[in-house]
């Protein structure tokens, strides 16, 4: 290489240098930013959080507490939307015909507790509370009975009603826990062929849930493995047991039961 090539080209390599130090260090392009979810919760009381206390005063009647697990998600996670209309005592019609508005197809994920109101489990449990262990059989197998005959419909229009407003949305269907703890700490109430029998419906209402949901393409969280040791009649229940000054908040999660039991659940299926 001739002499004025290597000037030439070292004078090059002395501008690059220049240009560089001129405009600082070099950096490696920023990462996309992550879209914010569009998120909501129906469903029942179980998804209102009856029996956490720190309700909001919109929607009164609902009784949507602040400590449920969908508000606890949305604090914790800052959704683009969050629409909250999950409301106590809810059964599959009423979702269908009052809480749908906010899905859309821009809706990310949905999540819902429903199918225990459809059953009758509050008449249930203000049976079982009486004096009379073959009333209380009696109120849980006509339960199941309906579980098995026409929930898996109710739930099944349900299910289509919300793929079809939400197509893309990511839906988390959670499931009941168990009430009793078996054998446990308490000393009077139901006896144990009865929380056993309770118990029982609980799994047969999980299993159709879980089911009809799988068919549609959700995802179904299980309660029950998340309350496991906190039931009533454990040292520290998560749920509520016959409260007779506040009937409503009887045999609902407690605050503790949504931040510590169902909050996990969605956190880990979202």
Same mark, same amino acid.
């Given at each position: 290489?001739?002499?004025?090539?290597?000037?030439?080209?070292?004078?090059?390599?002395?501008?690059?240098?220049?240009?560089?130090?001129?405009?600082?260090?070099?950096?490696?392009?920023?990462?996309?930013?992550?879209?914010?979810?569009?998120?909501?919760?129906?469903?029942?009381?179980?998804?209102?959080?009856?029996?956490?206390?720190?309700?909001?005063?919109?929607?009164?009647?609902?009784?949507?507490?602040?400590?449920?697990?969908?508000?606890?998600?949305?604090?914790?996670?800052?959704?683009?939307?969050?629409?909250?209309?999950?409301?106590?005592?809810?059964?599959?019609s009423d979702v269908m015909a009052k809480q749908l508005g906010p899905l859309s197809p821009r809706t990310d994920l949905v999540s819902l507790t429903v199918g225990g109101s459809d059953s009758g489990f509050t008449g249930v449990m203000a049976t079982c509370v009486l004096p009379g262990t073959e009333a209380c059989l009696s109120a849980v197998a006509k339960a199941r009975s309906?579980?098995?005959?026409?929930?898996?419909?109710?739930?099944?229009?349900?299910?289509?009603?919300?793929? *079809?407003?939400? $197509?893309? #949305?990511?839906?988390?269907? !959670? &499931? /009941?826990?168990? %009430?009793?703890?078996?054998?446990?700490?308490?000393?009077?109430?139901?006896?144990?062929?009865?929380?056993?029998?309770?118990?029982?419906?609980?799994?047969?209402?999980?299993?159709?849930?879980?089911?009809?949901?799988?068919?549609?393409?959700?995802?179904?969280?299980?309660?029950?493995?998340?309350?496991?040791?906190?039931?009533?009649?454990?040292?520290?229940?998560?749920?509520?047991?016959?409260?007779?000054?506040?009937?409503?908040? *009887?045999?609902? $999660?407690? #605050?503790?039961?949504?931040? !510590? &039991? /169902?909050?996990? %659940?969605?956190?880990?299926?979202?």
């Open positions: 290489m001739s002499r004025s090539r290597i000037a030439s080209y070292a004078a090059s390599l002395l501008l690059a240098a220049a240009a560089c130090t001129l405009a600082g260090p070099v950096r490696a392009p920023a990462a996309p930013s992550v879209e914010a979810m569009d998120y909501v919760a129906l469903g029942d009381s179980y998804s209102a959080g009856v029996g956490a206390g720190s309700y909001f005063t919109s929607g009164a009647d609902c009784l949507r507490s602040s400590l449920a697990y969908p508000a606890l998600w949305a604090a914790a996670h800052a959704p683009a939307s969050f629409g909250f209309t999950a409301c106590n005592g809810a059964r599959t309906f579980m098995d005959g026409t929930l898996p419909g109710n739930l099944d229009r349900l299910y289509s009603a919300i793929r *079809s407003k939400a $197509p893309d #949305a990511h839906v988390v269907v !959670l &499931g /009941y826990p168990h %009430l009793y703890l078996l054998h446990g700490t308490c000393s009077g109430g139901l006896a144990d062929t009865e929380r056993s029998a309770l118990n029982g419906a609980v799994d047969e209402l999980n299993s159709v849930i879980a089911e009809r949901a799988a068919d549609h393409g959700f995802t179904f969280a299980d309660a029950r493995t998340s309350f496991a040791g906190h039931e009533i009649c454990s040292s520290t229940p998560w749920l509520h047991s016959v409260d007779w000054l506040d009937l409503t908040v *009887s045999y609902h $999660p407690t #605050a503790p039961g949504q931040s !510590l &039991g /169902y909050l996990p %659940l969605l956190t880990g299926a979202a």
